[in-house]
Every structure is written in structure tokens, then in C-alpha cells.
């Protein structure tokens, strides 16, 4: 099924959405939210909720992994943008994500 389906953006199996409503439900159902950007402050208030021990998440960097490959040109078009606003709408709805 492509981009061009009748299908709701948001079942689209390309979209992060759709991958997370797969996982979670829709709506989505979930005990605890962490964010990528506040993973570490996230984590620790979890893992306080819970009583258990103040782990440190590993951090894997792989800038540093000695890779030589140029990454490729990740420029965001607002048409590219408009794009990934219409696809992951319930990114930005259900997870306060802002869009650009």
C-alpha cells in the first residue's frame, strides 16, 4: 500500500503513526510516555516512580563508530515538511510533538 492509498495517513504503513498505533492501539494506550529529547530526565522519573534502581541508559553515538560514508543530504523542503505534517498528524496531536 502506497502513499497514494485512500487509506487515513495515519494507517499509512510507512508513517511512524501508523507503526505506533500498530504497537499501542488507537488511540494509543501507555503506561509512561518518554520522549527522545527527554529520555534521560524520563527515565529517571520512571524509574523512581517505580522504586527500582537509578540505572544509566547506555548511549550509543554512532558518529563516533569510525563510519567514513558522507550522510546524505537531509534538507526538509516545505514540501517535505507538508508531507510529514499530513502523514504523522497523530505524532504531533497525541504526543505534543509541534510541527514546523
Known amino acids: 500500500m502506497g502513499l497514494g492509498s485512500s487509506q ?3 494507517r ?3 508513517s511512524q503513526s501508523g507503526r505506533l498505533h500498530r504497537a499501542c492501539g488507537d488511540p494509543c494506550r501507555y503506561d509512561r510516555l518518554l520522549h527522545t529529547e ?6 529517571i522519573a520512571m524509574v523512581t516512580d517505580f522504586g527500582l534502581p537509578r540505572v544509566a541508559l547506555p548511549r550509543l553515538n554512532e558518529a563516533v563508530s569510525g563510519r567514513t ?12 515538511v507538508a508531507i510529514i505534517n499530513r ?3 497523530p505524532m504531533f496531536s497525541e504526543f505534543g510533538y509541534q510541527k514546523r
Open 8 to 10: 487515513s495517513p495515519d
Open 12 to 14: 499509512w504503513p510507512i
Open 38 to 43: 527527554t529520555l534521560t530526565d524520563d527515565w
Open 69 to 80: 560514508v558522507t550522510p546524505p543530504n537531509m534538507t526538509l523542503t516545505d514540501e517535505i
Open 87 to 89: 502523514v504523522d498528524a
